[in-house]
């Protein structure tokens, strides 16, 4: 039976926690002692270095191609400016677009974890006319949007003191521990969902 990825294993796991941990990690240390453009090329060579990494072990490139990405844009904007902490510009951007995406999808009764699933799924969203199931996935969207909201109240309010060291703190401590909390509840939403749906059927039959 072929092994089927958990979103656990997609993302990378621990090793892929402590990699995507690594450029930020180093742009603060090399600022330090070099100054911001050497520190921005280190960042870059050590988002390069863990692309190649997982690649020479034949591990899931997806993670470290989205982060080696990030690290560009992100080191192309703190170049641009000349500001260590513009750095996690692109990240400030993402979380207020993301939690804003979140927010209207739950108001136009079209709430992204639950169209997300459906897309994944190849499936209608027959939801929609469930009330049970919208009210799940409209709970499940609130709750990512929270997540967004916070990493940017709490990023913007560091970016804003210029707090570079604990602005690399803060990206990587609420990091798993959040999602985690918001992939119990999308899970929720998602099982039982799909538990309406066969019910719902056998009812139909």
């Known amino acids: 039976m072929q092994h089927e990825t958990t979103l656990w294993e997609r993302t990378?796991?621990?090793p892929g926690l402590i990699q995507s941990s690594l450029p930020p990690v180093v742009l603060?240390?090399?600022?330090?002692?070099?100054?911001?453009?050497?520190?921005?090329?280190?960042?870059?060579?050590?988002?390069?270095?863990?692309?190649?990494?997982?690649?020479?072990?034949?591990?899931?490139?997806?993670?470290a191609l989205g982060g080696f990405v990030g690290v560009a844009v992100a080191g192309f904007?703190?170049?641009r400016s000349g500001e260590a902490r513009d750095f996690f510009l692109a990240?400030?951007?993402?979380?207020?677009?993301?939690?804003?995406?979140?927010?209207?999808?739950v108001l136009v009764r079209r709430p992204l974890v639950g169209v997300v699933w459906s897309v994944m799924q190849g499936?209608?969203?027959?939801?929609?006319?469930?009330?049970?199931?919208?009210?799940?996935?409209?709970i499940a969207t609130a709750v990512v949007a929270a997540v967004f909201t916070?990493?940017?109240?709490?990023?913007?309010?560091?970016?804003?003191?210029?707090?570079?060291?604990?602005?690399?703190?803060?990206k990587i401590a609420m990091n798993y521990p959040l999602w985690a909390a918001a992939l119990l509840v999308v899970v929720w939403a998602v099982r039982r969902s799909d538990?309406?749906?066969?019910?719902?059927?056998?009812e139909a039959a």
């Open 77 to 79: 904007l703190a170049a």
């Open 28 to 63: 603060v240390l090399a600022n330090s002692w070099w100054g911001l453009y050497p520190a921005i090329a280190a960042a870059a060579g050590a988002g390069a270095a863990v692309l190649l990494y997982r690649w020479s072990r034949k591990q899931q490139l997806r993670p």
């Open 12 to 14: 990378g796991g621990i």
């Open 150 to 170: 916070a990493r940017f109240l709490v990023l913007h309010r560091l970016y804003e003191h210029n707090e570079v060291g604990w602005m690399t703190f803060s």
């Open 91 to 105: 990240d400030l951007w993402w979380y207020a677009v993301a939690a804003l995406l979140c927010a209207i999808s």
């Open 123 to 138: 499936k209608p969203l027959w939801w929609r006319h469930d009330r049970v199931s919208l009210h799940r996935y409209d």
């Open 195 to 202: 538990s309406r749906l066969s019910y719902c059927t056998r």
